[in-house]
């Protein structure tokens, strides 16, 4: 019936190493990694899904008297510690506010729950209702949830700084070590681009949940740093993904705040007062917690090409052992955004050298995740005269002559980014586009150009019309391109 306070576990009054965890998972903060610890680690783990799954806990209990300490996890879970015997702790994760709404956003629409041509300002009503830090954590109220993070919660912390998270769990469930697996990430959710504007106007919406956070950030760092200089380094936690295994010793754990909307804040302000070396931390900052896109595009509004390359050579480098089967693939995806801005960089075929030089053949797919690159550079041919090297813009013109060859007409499969890379290249190569293929859109043009289906297409193609697919793109209904000329830019 009663929960452990934070000031239980601040002053050591209270032994919670038998007690019953109630893990209050937030939706979007990453708490699936840590269910999967919880299962692994105690004997009696449920997870809720409604509050009439309580009395299933509260049966077994009235059966069993002197159950194990049982472990709850669920969205909806908060209160249950009334129906549990003995001491509770509540614990959860937080993340920052639009960055946790642009993640919700993401994932329900690559599964569905919204309609895929919904934008985020359209959705947010649906994200929004009930899914507040105040909704949440105080019903409505912001003095109700700060009571309870800072009274009720005793063990919080913050996706952007997980392993201090698990550290602190570890330090007062007292494990000798802990080692956790971190849960897959959903690729194709990575995918969906966000606007600037989107981003600001989630922050002038949320600026009540971002103040919760900012509280939350400071309590949090006023406990962290006590139990840091206690621990000396003595403690580990390892995290171990599907890639590599990290280990973390405690005295390396930053116990500094990390305020990640405000760093993008702090960015805009300083690169408007050209303090470029001020914002590009800020930046900086941002990609190390949230996403590398905005420090991409500062080093290119700024012309910081050596940055920009140097930027990007780090990126490729650090996914370098990252497998894959398929060209559809978030590797091969970010490969393709990040040369993207690369083409309109001054680059020479001294850079090229070094994107030849991350990537070691070992295997066909890496092949043709090299090939890829070469594509993705070629996207903006169009802009060719801000590229300083000319052979380096022959070698590409003759590589895409190859491919072309003997092609005067073309119908591009798709209306997407794939067809889009296609659209530039068969501009600049002078082929003449007929009309875009694609079922699925309720668009009647792209680019001036009609959109048209499969039932239409006899009616544009003829002898010397061939359809060209984009990087990326499957030709996944191969029986009914059987009968036509196909170009795949990708291959």
């Known amino acids: 019936m009663k929960i452990a306070t934070t000031n239980d576990l601040l002053n050591k009054t209270t032994d919670i190493s038998k007690a019953n965890i109630i893990f209050y998972h937030i939706p979007k903060t990453g708490g699936n990694s840590f269910n999967s610890f919880l299962k692994t680690n105690y004997s009696k783990f449920y997870k809720l899904h409604d509050i009439f799954k309580w009395k299933e806990i509260y049966k077994d209990y009235q059966e069993n008297k002197k159950i194990a300490p049982v472990t709850v996890s669920g969205h909806k879970c908060w209160g249950i510690h009334e129906y549990l015997p003995n001491l509770s702790v509540y614990t959860t994760l937080l993340r920052e506010p639009v960055a946790r709404y642009i993640s919700d956003f993401k994932y329900k629409k690559t599964r569905g729950v919204i309609n895929p041509r919904t934008t985020l300002r359209e959705s947010l009503d649906d994200l929004c209702s009930g899914n507040t830090y105040l909704s949440l954590l105080g019903t409505g109220s912001y003095e109700k949830a700060i009571d309870n993070l800072t009274n009720k919660i005793a063990i919080f912390g913050f996706t952007e700084r997980y392993n201090e998270f698990l550290e602190l769990f570890r330090y007062h469930l007292k494990f000798d070590s802990l080692e956790i697996t971190n849960a897959n ?26 103040k919760f956070y900012n509280y939350a950030l400071g ?56 303090n470029l070396e001020k914002a590009e931390k800020h930046y900086i900052e941002h990609a190390q917690y949230v996403s590398n896109g905005h420090l991409l595009k500062f080093y290119k509004r700024n012309n910081l090409s050596e940055k920009y390359i140097k930027y990007m050579y780090d990126c490729l480098k650090s996914i370098g052992n990252y497998h894959t089967e398929t060209e559809d693939s978030g590797l091969n995806k970010f490969i393709l955004a990040i040369s993207i801005n690369l083409c309109n960089m001054h680059i020479s075929n001294k850079d090229w050298v070094a994107l030849e030089a991350l990537t070691k053949i070992e295997q066909p797919w890496q092949q043709r995740m090299l090939d890829n690159v070469r594509k993705g550079i070629m996207n903006s041919l169009i802009e060719f005269n801000n590229i300083s090297d000319d052979n380096f813009i022959q070698i590409i013109r003759l590589l895409f002559q190859n491919i072309l060859v003997d092609t005067d007409n073309v119908i591009i499969f798709g209306s997407g980014q794939a067809a889009h890379i296609a659209y530039l290249i068969c501009c600049a190569m002078d082929i003449s586009i007929v009309a875009f293929l694609d079922d699925n859109s309720k668009e009647c043009s792209y680019k001036g150009y009609p959109i048209i289906n499969r039932s239409e297409i006899d009616r544009y193609i003829d002898a010397n019309t061939r359809i060209v697919f984009g990087p990326y793109q499957n030709i996944n209904t191969p029986s009914f391109f059987n009968t036509y000329e196909i170009i795949h830019l990708g291959k």
């Open 185 to 210: 990430m959903n690729k194709k959710a990575s995918q969906i681009e966000i606007d600037d504007d989107d981003v600001k106007y989630l922050q002038d919406l949320l600026a009540t949940d971002i």
């Open 219 to 274: 309590l949090y760092n006023e406990r962290y740093q006590a139990i840091l200089e206690e621990t000396k380094g003595c403690s580990r936690v390892t995290v171990i993904s599907t890639e590599k295994s990290y280990t973390h010793d405690s005295s390396q754990i930053l116990a500094k705040g990390y305020h990640s909307t405000n760093s993008l804040i702090y960015a805009r302000e300083a690169e408007e007062s050209q």
